[in-house]
Each structure stands twice: as structure tokens, then as C-alpha cells.
């Protein structure tokens, strides 16, 4: 089996001592941590988080986002000492690859912790890219954002010109600055990464030409920047 550093971060402070002395026993590393906050002043790149119920009250996304914002994409575990089924849906439901009750059973813990590995790793991919797309998103001007909304939607640059009342010529200038922030190579690349952003684009508006006030163009789950 894969050895993994498990994050332990907040519930008392015996609890943590006695999930790191798991983690050891099962031949993996641990370290502790007392809050969020200590946690994100030395922001851990690699592991588990293992976050106490207590710190997450319902699982808010914005505990996942603050985390983010410090560039810590680790997959969490919720940890409780008295697990409620509703509390461990919202864990599910927040982000969290698992709900574990306390204190660990290491023979349990063992039997898990092949599947936790796996869906951590995959998770943690999935978070990197996104941070990753985000930073390269940045870089972008509100225009070639927006050219790069219309593109991902498929359309073409005459569409595009058409949609935001621009000429052909000034969408190729905006879309060639588009490809070469975002190191495209391809339109296919620079779709790639909006879409592992997750933008929350606003509905572009249509031209004044066909009569509309607007239009909802792009459709994606997502999650807005900042």
C-alpha cells in the first residue's frame, strides 16, 4: 500500500495525538495541526487533510475556497466524534472524499485507506488543475475572456465579432493574445482550460441588430473567481 502524510487539524488536542499515533502505526506520516490557521501558514502541498467536524460546521465551499486561495487543493476527510448521518451528507455534499468517526480503528482505517488514496489522488489532480486554469484565467483581459466564452461555445469569429459588435480583424487580435497568455497552441487547449476553471461567466448580450436585450450563451457548473 501507498504511504501518505495525513493532515489532522483541529478537535482536542489528545484526539489529534491519537489519530497521528494511527496514522504511524499504519505506516503512514502525520502532522498536526491546531486550526485552519496554522495550517495555511505553512500550506501543505501533498496528504489528506483531516479536518474536525467542529472547524466545518455544515461543510461551507468557502472553507474549500479559502483553502484554495492560499493554493492548498489537498482532498479532505471530516472527522467527528459523534458522526450524524446529515452531517456526514453535508461533508459528502461540501467536498469531502470521506466522513470518519472518532477515535480511528486502525483495522478499519487499513481496510480504507487504498480507496482513500485513490480518490485523493484523483481529486487532488482535479484541484490542480483548476487552480492552475485559474491563474492562466487571470491573465486575461475582460475582453479575450470574452472571446474565449464565445469560443467555447462554439462559436466562430465571425459570430463572436458579431456578438460583442466587433470587427473579425480586432476578434483574431484578441484571440491570438487569448492563446499566447494561455500558452495554447490550439483553440482546443485554451477551451481545455476554461473549462478546468469553471467559470462563472454573465450571459454576453446579444447584438443590437437582432433585436434581443440578451441571451444566456454558456451554461457551465462552475465556480466564480476571488
Known amino acids: 500500500m501507498d504511504h501518505i502524510t495525513l493532515h489532522i487539524v483541529g478537535g482536542e488536542s489528545r484526539s489529534r495525538a491519537e489519530q497521528a499515533r494511527v496514522a504511524f502505526s499504519l505506516g503512514h506520516h502525520a502532522e498536526v495541526y491546531t486550526d485552519l490557521d496554522e495550517l495555511m501558514a505553512r500550506p501543505p502541498r501533498e496528504g489528506i487533510l483531516l479536518l474536525a467536524d467542529e472547524l466545518v460546521p455544515g461543510f461551507p ?4 475556497e479559502r483553502l484554495a486561495d492560499r493554493g492548498v487543493w489537498l482532498p479532505i476527510v471530516v472527522t467527528a466524534t459523534e458522526p450524524t448521518a446529515d452531517r456526514a451528507v453535508n461533508a459528502i455534499k461540501g467536498g469531502s472524499i470521506d466522513y470518519l468517526a472518532l477515535p480511528l480503528e486502525p483495522t478499519a482505517i487499513a481496510g480504507k485507506m487504498p480507496q482513500l488514496i485513490k480518490e485523493a489522488t484523483d481529486q487532488a489532480s482535479s484541484r ?7 491563474g492562466q484565467m487571470s491573465r486575461l483581459s475582460r475582453r479575450e475572456s470574452e472571446v474565449l466564452q464565445l469560443l467555447s461555445a462554439g462559436s466562430s469569429n465571425k459570430e463572436i ?3 460583442l459588435e466587433i470587427s473579425p480583424r480586432t476578434v ?7 492563446m499566447s497568455k494561455l500558452g495554447a497552441n490550439h483553440a482546443a487547449d485554451a477551451i481545455r482550460t476554461w473549462l478546468d476553471a469553471r467559470v462563472n ?5 446579444l447584438p443590437r441588430s437582432e433585436g434581443q436585450e440578451g441571451g444566456s450563451l454558456v451554461q457551465e457548473e462552475s465556480v466564480q473567481f476571488g
Open 161 to 163: 465579432a458579431r456578438r
Open 172 to 178: 483574431e487580435i484578441h484571440r491570438a493574445n487569448m
Open 128 to 134: 490542480r488543475r483548476l487552480i492552475e486554469a485559474r
Open 201 to 205: 461567466a454573465p450571459a454576453l448580450p
Open 61 to 64: 465551499l468557502d472553507q474549500i
